[in-house]
């Protein structure tokens, strides 16, 4: 009986796979699905009584490329309150009799060219790097050889509910998802960087002594030599000029085209951290070159022997070289490849974060090119963020930072009050 019944099941089931399923037709148009919840980014703006923004945004083309090349697009507008607006000088009056081209700046800058993923930004150590809509078609990033209009980036993160941008906190995070864009209001109005590293140091009385050492040694290493000078290779030493990588550079054989060829963070050491290291003036720090200029250009050798090529090296650059470049002059050029961003805010600068950050990964040979990794160690005190070396000279005291997260087209910019000074200098 058992057996029967099996067989009719078997039976059945056979007769079903055969069965062709039946649907009808479908009529009527397709009813498109919207969200009940989303509100347009014109009312939210109204509810949240941010009407200065939306006064910039109705003088700019934004609004004509939400409605056409940006319909669909991922973005996210970052709002700054009508408060925020009236503090940097913005007000309704200025902004009316704004330029389009002046407002387009504003609103772009504060435009992401992405959705942020609140989970993925969560999950994240450190800040994460966010286009935004803003760009230099004036001014290139990268070099003659390769290059595409300069962008202007935003670096996030999101700490006990607060919101950082570029390292300081800018309000609550908390997203508005509108029909247009998703929308965080913020408490602070954003100003794009306007000069350089360079420049903007240049601006700074402090900073006068730091300037004309790296100046000096510019200076020097922008020579030519014959091959019958001593040391022999020293003929052409401009990859070892450091001004060129904190300014501007310019393309030699079309004097219009400028760049921004490099991105870093910046400890500049201040006059009062020379004199605190007992050099009263940038002529005595200078004269440290003197002793050593014969070795300039030669070979350095690791702890066991191996030799590498390495940048071109005055003795002070011992020091300065991990105040605008993280000691990166130490690493040989052959074959070492560009490295890792150092672009670095405040927020980041933590021992968890970057105790083993890598900055150049090891090559095939790591006698020869060993791993370099972040030379410096991180500490808050009383507020203040401290930094010091790994290997620092025995007895040195931590730099506190008396002046953090100034932006600059091409990174960061800290003031310390220390120098940086390596075990045997």
């Given at each position: 009986?058992n057996?029967?019944?099996?067989?009719?099941l078997?039976?059945?089931?056979v007769?079903s796979?055969?069965?062709e399923?039946?649907?009808p037709?479908?009529y009527?148009e397709?009813?498109p699905?919207?969200?009940?919840?989303k509100?347009?980014?014109?009312?939210?703006?109204m509810?949240?009584k941010?009407?200065l923004?939306?006064?910039?945004l109705?003088g700019?083309?934004?609004?004509t490329?939400?409605?056409?090349?940006w319909k669909?697009?991922?973005?996210?507008f970052?709002v700054p309150?009508d408060a925020?607006f009236t503090?940097?000088g913005?007000?309704?009056e200025k902004?009316?009799?704004m330029s389009?081209a002046?407002?387009d700046s504003?609103?772009l800058?504060?435009?992401?060219?992405?959705?942020?993923?609140t989970?993925?930004v969560?999950?994240t150590?450190?800040s994460?790097?966010?286009?935004?809509?803003?760009?230099?078609k004036?001014l290139?990033?990268g070099n003659?050889?390769?290059?595409?209009?300069?962008?202007?980036y935003h670096y996030?993160?999101i700490?006990?509910?607060?919101?950082?941008l570029n390292?300081?906190?800018?309000?609550d995070?908390?997203?508005?998802n509108a029909?247009?864009?998703d929308v965080i209001?913020?408490?602070?109005?954003?100003?794009?960087?306007?000069k350089?590293?360079?420049?903007?140091m240049?601006?700074?009385s402090?900073?006068?002594?730091f300037l004309?050492?790296?100046e000096?040694?510019?200076?020097?290493y922008a020579q030519s030599?014959?091959?019958?000078e001593?040391p022999?290779?020293?003929?052409?030493m401009?990859?070892?000029v450091?001004?060129?990588?904190?300014d501007?550079s310019?393309?030699p054989?079309?004097?219009?085209?400028?760049?921004?060829?490099?991105q870093?963070?910046v400890?500049?050491?201040?006059?009062?951290?020379f004199?605190?290291?007992g050099y009263e003036?940038?002529?005595e720090?200078?004269?440290?070159?003197?002793?050593?200029?014969?070795?300039?250009?030669?070979?350095?050798?690791?702890s066991?022997g191996?030799p590498?090529?390495?940048?071109t090296?005055?003795k002070?650059d011992?020091?300065?070289?991990?105040?605008?470049g993280?000691?990166?002059?130490?690493?040989?050029?052959?074959?070492?490849?560009s490295g890792f961003?150092?672009?670095?805010?405040?927020?980041d600068?933590?021992?968890e974060y970057l105790?083993?950050y890598?900055?150049?990964?090891?090559?095939y040979?790591?006698?020869?090119?060993?791993?370099?990794?972040?030379?410096?160690r991180f500490s808050?005190e009383n507020?203040k963020l401290k930094?010091s070396l790994?290997n620092?000279?025995k007895?040195s005291?931590?730099?506190?930072v008396?002046?953090q997260?100034i932006?600059t087209l091409?990174g960061?910019l800290?003031?310390?009050?220390?120098?940086?000074i390596?075990?045997?200098?």
């Amino acid at each position: 009986m058992n057996r029967i019944i099996a067989l009719l099941l078997l039976l059945i089931a056979v007769v079903s796979c055969k069965q062709e399923e039946y649907m009808p037709e479908p009529y009527g148009e397709k009813v498109p699905y919207v969200e009940k919840d989303k509100k347009s980014l014109d009312a939210l703006l109204m509810d949240s009584k941010s009407h200065l923004f939306k006064i910039a945004l109705d003088g700019s083309t934004v609004r004509t490329l939400l409605d056409k090349e940006w319909k669909n697009l991922p973005l996210t507008f970052l709002v700054p309150s009508d408060a925020a607006f009236t503090a940097a000088g913005m007000t309704q009056e200025k902004l009316k009799n704004m330029s389009t081209a002046a407002l387009d700046s504003i609103v772009l800058y504060h435009v992401l060219a992405d959705k942020i993923d609140t989970a993925n930004v969560h999950a994240t150590y450190g800040s994460v790097r966010l286009k935004s809509k803003l760009e230099d078609k004036e001014l290139r990033q990268g070099n003659q050889y390769a290059s595409s209009a300069y962008s202007y980036y935003h670096y996030l993160a999101i700490t006990a509910k607060k919101i950082l941008l570029n390292g300081k906190t800018v309000g609550d995070y908390r997203i508005e998802n509108a029909v247009e864009a998703d929308v965080i209001f913020i408490d602070t109005f954003l100003k794009k960087p306007e000069k350089t590293l360079w420049q903007t140091m240049k601006t700074d009385s402090r900073l006068s002594m730091f300037l004309e050492i790296v100046e000096a040694n510019d200076d020097s290493y922008a020579q030519s030599f014959s091959l019958d000078e001593d040391p022999w290779f020293v003929y052409n030493m401009e990859e070892a000029v450091m001004k060129n990588q904190l300014d501007l550079s310019v393309d030699p054989y079309n004097p219009g085209a400028t760049y921004i060829s490099h991105q870093t963070s910046v400890f500049a050491p201040t006059n009062e951290a020379f004199i605190k290291a007992g050099y009263e003036t940038a002529a005595e720090f200078i004269r440290l070159n003197d002793a050593h200029w014969k070795y300039r250009g030669q070979y350095l050798r690791f702890s066991d022997g191996a030799p590498y090529n390495y940048r071109t090296f005055h003795k002070n650059d011992s020091v300065l070289t991990y105040h605008h470049g993280w000691g990166q002059r130490y690493y040989p050029t052959d074959g070492g490849g560009s490295g890792f961003s150092t672009v670095f805010f405040s927020n980041d600068l933590t021992n968890e974060y970057l105790g083993d950050y890598i900055l150049q990964m090891e090559s095939y040979d790591p006698n020869s090119q060993p791993r370099m990794t972040c030379p410096y160690r991180f500490s808050r005190e009383n507020g203040k963020l401290k930094i010091s070396l790994k290997n620092a000279r025995k007895g040195s005291e931590p730099a506190t930072v008396v002046e953090q997260d100034i932006l600059t087209l091409n990174g960061p910019l800290y003031l310390v009050d220390r120098l940086f000074i390596p075990n045997k200098f």
